[in-house]
């Protein structure tokens, strides 16, 4: 208990120093660009033109990690777009891929709805010219130059574990909502999470998985049914925002509010009145906008061939650093970060 306290606090300062230096860029308060770079160098504004493809549109954490996106890219003196699917299906993304290849953008920086199924579009658009980076969820590393990973998939699942243990008094069954189910981001932690749970929670019962598909109205039918076939659930990960947000809705005015534990990945401000009123405990995240701003300032370091996505490789992320390229070409922004009662408060996204 003790040391979980200490690594909240670190993790509020850490998050609260980045809130801090957002409001100073917005306010103009910034010293410099912060990238080092001066104004003649790379490619023109047209190489800069990059196109953010979230996994569907309307999903208030796309919207938050984008807007992180349009602030870097506006800092650099670059151009921003967004077009995305309305679905989150494995080849929603294709004609989007290729729109943006046909367009000649510099870079596309892509959360993948399946590993697989637009390696081939990505690729096309590659041996066009623009530069893939993947973040949020990945593709198979052959078909990207880049993943900025939001945190290491052992530590997304092991803090989703941790929480419902802790919830539900390390004993019961429990079910996973899950977003779509070919989704390399969940599905990787789902299967972390699995083993995490046979190897360290022999009491914990796994029943089932379902998928709500990144679609409010899918998730929120699912936890319904989820309720109905198992009455003895004692708690539901949800590794998802669009999952958890629904998930809260339908237990906040249900019998099981505060019976069942709900816990999982969830952004602050679509979880605060379930915090508040008691139908929630603690969710994680990491910050979606500091996401989307690293992804962005590393697709303008692949345009203006500062790295190639080498391990070892370094750029400047303006406003938090510099960032190292690890194995498999890929860049960590930091730790998932827990949300409660006594802390969402602090917090707007
Ligand atoms: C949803 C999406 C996204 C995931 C978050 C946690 O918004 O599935 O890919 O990273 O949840």
């Known amino acids: 208990m003790f040391s979980q306290r200490i690594r909240r606090g670190r993790s509020v300062t850490a998050l609260a120093a980045v809130a801090v230096s957002v409001a100073l860029v917005a306010t103009g308060c910034a010293g410099g660009n912060g990238n080092g770079d001066g104004d003649g160098d790379g ?111 052992e530590g997304i699942a092991k803090v989703q574990v941790d929480m419902i243990a802790e919830q539900i008094g390390d004993a019961g069954q429990i079910a996973l909502l899950s977003a779509s189910a070919n989704a390399t981001n969940q599905n990787a932690w789902i299967k972390i999470m699995e083993e995490e749970l046979a190897a360290n929670h022999p009491n914990i019962e796994l029943v089932e998985t379902v998928y709500g598909d990144d679609d409010d109205q899918t998730s929120f039918d699912k936890t319904a049914a989820l309720l109905q076939t198992y009455p003895d659930l004692k708690g539901i990960i949800s590794p998802t925002t669009v ?51 690293l992804a962005a300032y590393g697709a303008k370091a692949l345009i203006e061939g500062d ?34 009662a006594d802390n969402i408060g602090d917090f707007d996204f």
């Open 43 to 153: 490619g023109g504004d047209g190489e800069l033109s990059i196109t953010f493809l979230p996994k569907n549109l309307g999903n208030p954490y796309f919207d938050t990690s984008n807007a992180g996106g349009e602030e870097a890219i506006d800092e650099f003196g670059g151009t921003y777009s967004e077009v995305g699917p309305s679905e989150a299906s494995p080849t929603s993304q294709v004609s989007f891929i290729q729109t943006a290849a046909q367009q000649g953008v510099g870079a596309l920086v892509i959360s993948a709805n399946d590993p697989e199924a637009i390696c081939d579009a990505l690729n096309e658009a590659r041996d066009a010219g623009v530069k893939v980076v993947t973040f949020d969820s990945d593709t198979n590393p052959e078909c990207r130059d880049l993943f900025i990973n939001q945190a290491t998939a």
């Open 307 to 340: 790295i190639t996505g080498e391990e070892g490789d370094t750029f400047d992320a303006g406003r938090l650093g510099e960032y190292t390229v690890e194995a498999d070409a890929t860049v960590l922004l930091g730790d998932p970060f827990r949300f409660n």
């Open 243 to 293: 999952g958890i947000t629904a998930a809260a809705r339908y237990l906040s005015t249900s019998e099981y509010k505060g019976t069942v534990a709900l816990t999982g990945l969830g952004t602050p401000n679509q979880m605060r009145e379930y915090v508040e009123d008691g139908t929630v405990t603690e969710f994680a995240l990491w910050n979606p906008g500091d996401l989307g701003y």
